[in-house]
């Protein structure tokens, strides 16, 4: 076993004084011991009940004979650090996360992992720290929060935290008081677990059964659900199977699983920022996976779920439905069923036994939303290395769109304006210089597009931009736009005025300007001077690479 080298012999004896300060026995000696690596925080509502999660987890453990000992992660509230300076680092964080797994469980000589995230970057920072790695592990989360509920009038109306940014512009509009604003913020968030819709968190949660690398209900059952714990247990229970079968995290993600969990994730029209993470853990576990593979996916996987912000319907509607696993089931002849999953059965034996309970949650394939997946990769002339649109999310009146750029050079100008009323209907607007390294950590954009939304203009403007997009994004919003900015993409070159061309179905995205005018207008920019210049961003800056990789970290 890896811990040999700290619990065995004479030289070791300092190494077990310590170990027995902690809990350890000598008669333990013979027991592997297993890293429960919890992202626990008081301040992220998807956090706060995870001590209860590693409690279960640590009592699987136990009762397969390991020794579990806790440590914890980082976690940044993307919902909290939005629209102001807090969100440079919320993508950072991933990188730090991974790192910070890889320097505890080396540091210590952990046999095997249980992962226990819940939000946003956790998620993906966890599963590149897993493949990274290569120790026997496995992922349970906290699970999704319950959609809130307010009574208008004896009619019942579901709330998620998207209804409050989209509430913002209602308020800007004068379409609603801020008295009214005040109740969504009481009733829409009721309580643990990560954001209600089919957001990024969730999205990633899903994606993690999909890969393989939770079992059978990870991205959907409730937080506040007994069958979470129950999990929990199982998932503690189940590392020490996979350890015992040296089970390891790059034997189930590869090429094969990366395909799943984008055939599920078009299935779903999951969150944008899910093609930036399963990027990057293609990059971590080694596999060759190009952008343009997505296209290829998305055109032949039908769209079976629209659950918020693209549908009425929230991830407790989908669990209540039949799950990722009756989602997988309906997509089996898209899938690689012999890929492995934690659970030591392979894909078609995990779906077998699945169904749909609710038709209209989980479509079948042959009455599918769309015959083409929720997202998009655009390429052009304004993208080169492509850009991500969550497409199940746009107006059909908007997934073609021409009309005169707005150009911002930070998502503060761009908020002010919407705002302030100066956007006008059929304009694109462009907030640039927010990628990995201009922003730098290439912050979401949640709040320009919820007040588009909130003022009723998401079918008359699109956003583009080198930066994000929450998973709670609606409308003709465009991100990830490759090369950014900073590095002298095309969106440097761009004025307003500009016109700006959009072709969702044709995956295109273009300005209409020669080929000439671009490079002139890009040799007149001085060279790009970073906006932060001490500490981790600054680092980060010097480190990250394009949003088309993954933003991963060079070298």
């Known amino acids: 076993m890896k811990s040999d080298t700290v619990k065995r012999g004479i030289e070791r004896a300092p190494h077990r004084a310590l170990l027995h300060a902690v809990g350890w026995r000598r008669a333990d000696i013979d027991k592997p011991l297993i890293g429960v690596i919890n992202s626990f ?6 956090h706060i009940h995870l001590p209860d999660i590693a409690e279960a987890v640590k009592a699987g453990v136990c009762s397969g004979g390991g020794v579990p000992f806790e440590v914890n992660t980082i976690a940044v509230c993307d919902g909290i650090a939005m629209n102001h300076p807090g969100m440079k680092y919320s993508l950072p964080s991933r990188e730090l996360i991974a790192d910070s797994v890889e320097i505890v469980a080396e540091a210590h000589a952990f046999d095997a992992l249980v992962f226990i995230p819940n939000c946003d970057k956790i998620i993906p920072g966890m599963l590149m720290a897993a493949v990274r790695l290569n120790l026997p592990a496995i992922f ?7 959609a ?10 579901k709330l998620d935290l998207s209804s409050v940014f989209e509430a ?13 604003l005040e109740q969504l913020e009481e009733f829409a968030c009721p309580g643990c677990g990560s954001c209600s819709g089919m957001f990024t968190a969730n999205t990633m949660n899903c994606l993690t059964e999909a890969l393989g690398m939770g079992l059978v209900g990870n991205g959907t059952i409730p937080a506040v659900d007994a069958r979470r714990i129950q999990l929990a247990k199982k998932a503690g229970q189940q590392v020490m199977e996979l350890l015992a079968n040296d089970i390891r995290p790059r034997d ?9 969990a984008f055939v599920v994730d078009m299935a779903l029209g999951g969150s944008t920022n899910s093609v930036l993470h399963l990027m990057a853990v293609a990059h971590e576990a080694g596999v060759d996976f190009p952008l343009s593979m997505v296209n290829q996916i998305s055109q032949r996987t039908p769209h079976l779920s629209k659950l918020r912000p693209t549908g009425d319907y929230h991830i407790e509607d989908l669990d209540r439905a039949g799950g990722i696993a009756a989602v997988m089931k309906q997509l089996k002849e898209l899938l690689n069923l ?17 169904r749909i309970r609710d038709k209209e949650v989980i479509r079948p394939v042959t009455n599918a939303h769309s015959p083409t997946g929720g997202i998009a990769i655009l390429f052009g ?20 769109h021409r009309g005169a750029a707005r150009v911002f050079d930070s998502e503060e100008e761009a908020t002010s304006a919407i705002m302030g009323g100066s956007v006008k209907p059929g304009e694109v607007v462009v907030i640039r210089y927010e990628g990995p390294k201009g922003g730098p950590g290439m912050r979401e954009m949640l709040t320009p597009t919820a007040l588009l939304s909130g003022m009723g203009m998401d079918k008359e403007v699109a956003l583009i931009t080198d930066g994000r997009f929450s998973g709670a994004t609606r409308g003709a919003a465009i991100g990830h736009v490759s090369p950014e900015a900073a590095s002298r993409g095309p969106i440097a070159a761009l004025r307003n005025g500009d016109i700006i061309k959009i072709d969702i179905p044709n995956y295109r995205l273009d300005v209409e300007l020669s080929d000439k005018e671009r490079a002139e207008r890009l040799a007149q920019l001085a060279e790009f001077e970073p906006k932060v210049k ?22």
């Open 41 to 46: 925080s008081e301040i992220v509502p998807g």
């Open 140 to 146: 349970i989360s906290g699970g999704p929060m319950l």
């Open 148 to 157: 809130g509920r307010l009574d208008n009038n004896g009619k019942v109306e």
């Open 168 to 180: 913002v512009g209602k308020v800007a509009a004068g379409k609603m008081n801020q008295e009214e």
């Open 252 to 260: 189930i993600v590869n090429r094969d699983s990366i395909h799943n």
């Open 338 to 354: 012999d890929s492995k999953t934690v659970s030591g059965k392979s894909v078609a034996e995990v779906i077998v036994d699945s």
């Open 381 to 400: 002339n304004l993208a080169p290395e492509g850009a991500v649109v969550k497409k199940a999310a746009v107006a059909p009146e908007m997934m073609v």
């Open 534 to 555: 001490t500490g981790y961003l600054k680092r980060y800056a010097e480190k990250v690479t394009s949003a088309s990789t993954g933003a991963v970290f060079s070298g």
